[in-house]
């Protein structure tokens, strides 16, 4: 079975903080892939990365950066000087290879980022 | 706007009646998705078709739940004899079909219809 935990519910910090996002997830499968995506006050959901299973480097763009960690399944999403745009619920991720209809999405993380 | 378009975007209805969502795909989108997402959780499948062809259920879409893309392009789901249990924010997706070398073509998800059942 596939599981995603977000185990941080929701996380306030103060602008220009950095702010990482824990996502822990469980799966057999030897290949599959692992996505981030930010969901504002609108409600859609906005792709910010995706990583398949046999790419563990760390990935950076602009202020967002992703740890992956086979080993203790672990792909966690940092926000460096956060920006009260930032503000929204983050959800993790994780789909099987081959079925790339079927999101396993964990129950997200809320950040606030107060002025 | 050239994103997906779901209608309406709330609704309000009393328990035991039938209620029906729209989903607009961004053009040229052949795969579509349609996800259920309670509050506090993240969204969870509920069916995808490719064209106009439903080749995925989960079973979280029970008997009286029913989806269809007549034309391979708007999708509807229906919900009959709502429950109070169906409250959420129904979400729906759209993409191109699946290539690993393009990001282009992961789905791209609409603004949800939000279901009130009283």
């Known amino acids: 079975a596939q599981k995603v935990t977000q185990a941080q519910t929701e996380i306030s910090v103060v602008e220009k903080e950095d702010v990482t996002l824990d996502c822990v997830y469980e799966t057999r499968d030897t290949t599959y892939y692992l996505f981030w995506y930010k969901q504002p006050p609108s409600g859609e959901l906005v792709f910010l990365i995706r990583?398949?299973?046999?790419?563990?480097q760390n990935e950076i763009s602009g202020r967002y950066s992703w740890n992956f960690q086979k080993s203790t399944s672990s792909f966690n999403f940092t926000i460096t000087a956060s920006q009260v745009v930032d503000s929204a619920v983050y959800f993790c991720?994780?789909?099987?290879?081959?079925?790339?209809?079927?999101?396993?999405f964990g129950s997200g993380t809320k950040l606030n980022v107060k002025p | 706007d050239t994103g997906v378009s779901q209608d309406p975007r709330h609704k309000i209805t009393k328990r035991g009646q039938n209620v029906t969502f729209r989903c607009d795909p961004i053009s040229e989108h052949n795969r579509l998705y349609w996800y259920r997402q309670t509050l506090g959780q993240g969204p969870e499948f509920l069916t995808y078709?490719?064209?106009?062809?439903?080749?995925?259920k989960s079973r979280l879409l029970s008997d009286r739940f029913s989806a269809e893309r007549p034309k391979g392009s708007f999708s509807t789901l229906e919900i009959q004899r709502t429950e109070q249990g169906d409250s959420a924010m129904y979400l729906c997706?759209?993409?191109?079909?699946?290539?690993?070398?393009?990001?282009?073509?992961?789905?791209?998800f609409g603004q949800g219809t939000r279901l009130t059942v009283v």
């Open positions: 990583r398949n299973s046999f790419d563990e």
């Open positions: 991720a994780l789909r099987r290879r081959g079925n790339f209809n079927k999101f396993y």
């Open positions: 997706a759209s993409s191109f079909p699946w290539d690993p070398g393009n990001l282009n073509t992961e789905a791209f």
């Open positions: 078709f490719q064209n106009e062809a439903q080749l995925e």
